[in-house]
């Protein structure tokens, strides 16, 4: 229910920008027959967005142009004279694209773009199950090197169980398990990143993250009770929690990762991934949704990455309007985790002072 009300949301203000944008009066008919459908139609989210696609296209700005630094020609750039995505140069990326948080996937993307040296370096994957949202992409970005992939919503839906939250159930979510499945082989290592943040500093800089023998790099942070991630349940049969003998599991968080594909792939961890989320229906041992099952495999096995790159919890707790600081120390990286979204707040008129932060690479609206 909640979705719906976030989506029609989103739909109103389509509508709205329908209204008062003048070179959108031409669409045809056909179109605005489909749309006043839509209004009747929201008890159905599966079709929704596909039917609203063709209006996403309209509701984002281009994008400036972004050029390579003289100093990124240099270096390994095609010494193996690869081309495409297997350039061995290149920093890879990868995001989801959902309707409900595509203008922040929007913003994360335009924000690593402009705090980059070599922009044309990066190479953006994003996952997408919905709908295709290529076209987008592409005319809000016109240079970008990217590919999407479609995330088939069916894989995970039969893992999923009920949680208390629902947005944290969204399929989608579930796709940082499957990137080393779904990219290409050649990419080794790629930086799974939120929708729901900003990167104001150089992404290269964590891409040549040291991971040592980890698969996984994030901020971990040793101090949170790591006990409350788990049901009494979980803690008391030794056969479950003894997974954590011999580790020292600190909480992380998912949001921001850099992942050895290699590493990864090798090991199969998607498919233990899985096999906890199976646990997880039939015996309940968290409440949350997609992080429980990343931290019952990697913590304690995580190798840890400055708290600079993941300022994390910025959209707040539970209790509506609730703004929260900066963890003290530099901020690489701003991310609105918790129930406030930064541009919702901001449509709403009541932002959060940090949601200032996130506004300037806001891309959603209509050239003037
Ligand atoms: C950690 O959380 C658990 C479960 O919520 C609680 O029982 C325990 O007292 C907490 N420990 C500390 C040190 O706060």
């Excluded at 039969?158 to 398990?177: D, F, K």
């Excluded at 790591?226 to 909480?251: E, I, N, Q, V």
């Excluded at 229906?281 to 992080?291: A, T, V, W």
């Amino acid at each position: 229910m909640l979705w719906i009300m976030r989506f029609s949301g989103f739909f109103s203000a389509a509508m709205v920008m329908i209204v008062l944008s003048p070179s959108l009066q031409s669409f045809p008919p056909a179109e605005a027959i489909r749309s006043s459908h839509l209004d009747g139609n929201l008890r159905s989210p599966v079709q929704t967005p596909v039917a609203d696609h063709s209006r996403d296209r309209f509701s984002f700005r281009k994008a400036s142009a972004f050029r390579n630094a003289e100093e990124c020609s240099f270096g390994e750039r095609k010494i193996l004279g690869k081309t495409g995505v297997c350039d061995p140069s290149l920093v890879h990326v990868a995001i989801t694209l959902d309707v409900e948080y595509l203008r922040g996937s929007i913003a994360a993307v335009h924000s690593i773009l402009q705090h980059s040296l070599c922009p044309e370096s990066i190479f953006f994957h994003f996952l997408v199950s919905e709908t295709n949202l290529e076209t987008l992409v592409r005319s809000t970005f016109p240079q970008l090197k990217f590919k999407v992939y479609f995330f088939n919503p069916e894989i995970v839906r039969n893992l999923i169980s009920t949680s208390v939250r629902q947005a944290l159930e969204q399929p989608l979510n579930y796709a940082r398990n499957y990137l080393a499945d779904l990219l290409e082989s050649c990419v080794r290592r790629v930086i799974y990143l939120d929708s729901d943040l900003v990167v104001v500093d150089d992404i290269s800089k964590l891409w040549t993250t040291r991971l040592e023998s980890r698969t996984i790099g994030a901020p971990e942070y040793c101090h949170a009770n790591f006990t409350k991630y788990f049901t009494a349940g979980f803690w008391s049969d030794r056969g479950l929690s003894g997974t954590f003998a011999g580790r020292k599991p600190c909480y992380f968080n998912t949001g921001v990762m850099v992942i050895d594909l290699v590493r990864w792939r090798r090991y199969g961890y998607t498919k233990r991934i899985e096999r906890w989320m199976e646990i997880q229906k039939s015996d309940r041992i968290y409440e949350l949704g997609s992080l429980p099952p990343f931290l019952l495999v990697f913590a304690g096995h995580v190798a840890p990455i400055e708290h600079r790159w993941n300022q994390h919890g910025l959209g707040g707790d539970n209790v509506r309007g609730s703004c929260r600081d900066l963890h003290p120390g530099p901020v690489s990286l701003l991310h609105w985790s918790g129930s406030g979204k930064p541009w919702l707040r901001l449509d709403s008129k009541q932002p959060c002072p940090l949601d200032a932060l996130w506004a300037p690479y806001d891309l959603f609206g209509h050239p003037h």
